[in-house]
């Protein structure tokens, strides 16, 4: 998870809107990692702003293929949900 939260701030784009009228909160979103570990079905459980949103939809579909989950030794879909923390400084 350290890795994952290094690979989140060091490619986040924090909207310029949202740094202007001080925006920041904590984004949950969930999504499905497939068998291959690419990335699908993502969605904005709690969020904070349509910028901010975005963001972080953005974010979860850039990432890295994540490792599949496995049942009895074989590659399978999971469900994952993420927490984004969008703070300003």
């Known amino acids: 998870t350290v890795e994952l939260i290094k690979w989140i701030n060091d490619n986040v784009n924090y909207p310029e809107e949202s740094i202007q009228i001080g925006d920041q909160g904590l984004v949950y979103l969930s999504f499905v990692v497939e068998q291959d ?52 400084n």
């Open 37 to 88: 570990g690419s990335i699908s079905n993502i969605e904005i459980e709690r969020g904070v702003s349509t910028e901010i949103d975005r963001e972080a939809k953005r974010l979860v579909r850039k990432m890295p293929k994540w490792k599949a989950g496995e049942a009895k030794g074989l590659p399978v879909r999971s469900r994952c949900r993420l927490p984004i923390n969008f703070e300003l």
